[in-house]
Nanobody
Framework: QVQLVESGGGLVQAGGPLRLSCEGA????????MAWFLQAPGQEREFVAG????????EYADSVKGRFTLTRDNTRDTVHLQMNGMKPDDTALYSC?????????????????WGRGTQVTVSS
């Protein structure tokens, strides 16, 4: 396991933008897909977006397609989730995860490291 640190959460009005970041120690993202999951109170982790190690391929949950964009900077071992057109249903704790493989997965068990998460709250 490696330490992942998320930042950028907060309170945003519906329709507004928010940008989340996840940072790891140098080299910890090498050869690993990365992803963001959300978790609402009492619910299981839910896949939001994932990105291949090379950054050449991204995947999104249907609920965020066209609104969220996931990018990564392998020179700084960071990933960024740009969230636009926020909706109250986006309210959750967002965590980034490091995949065991070079590609991301929508299944939490395929990740070997998680951050503590950053809370996102969207007001209507």
């Amino acid at each position: 396991q490696v330490q992942l640190v998320e930042s950028g959460g907060g309170l945003v009005q519906a329709g507004g933008p928010l940008r989340l970041s996840c940072e790891g120690a140098i080299g910890t993202f090498t050869d690993h897909g990365m992803a963001w999951f959300l978790q609402a109170p009492g619910q299981e982790r839910e896949f939001v977006a994932g990105i291949r190690w090379t950054g050449t391929h991204t995947e999104y949950a249907d609920s965020v397609k066209g609104r969220f964009t996931l990018t990564r900077d392998n020179t700084r071992d960071t990933v960024h989730l740009q969230m636009n057109g926020m909706k109250p249903d986006d309210t959750a704790l967002y965590s980034c995860g490091r995949a065991r493989d070079v590609v991301p997965s929508s299944t939490p068990m395929n990740y070997d490291s998680w951050g503590r998460g950053t809370q996102v709250t969207v007001s209507s």
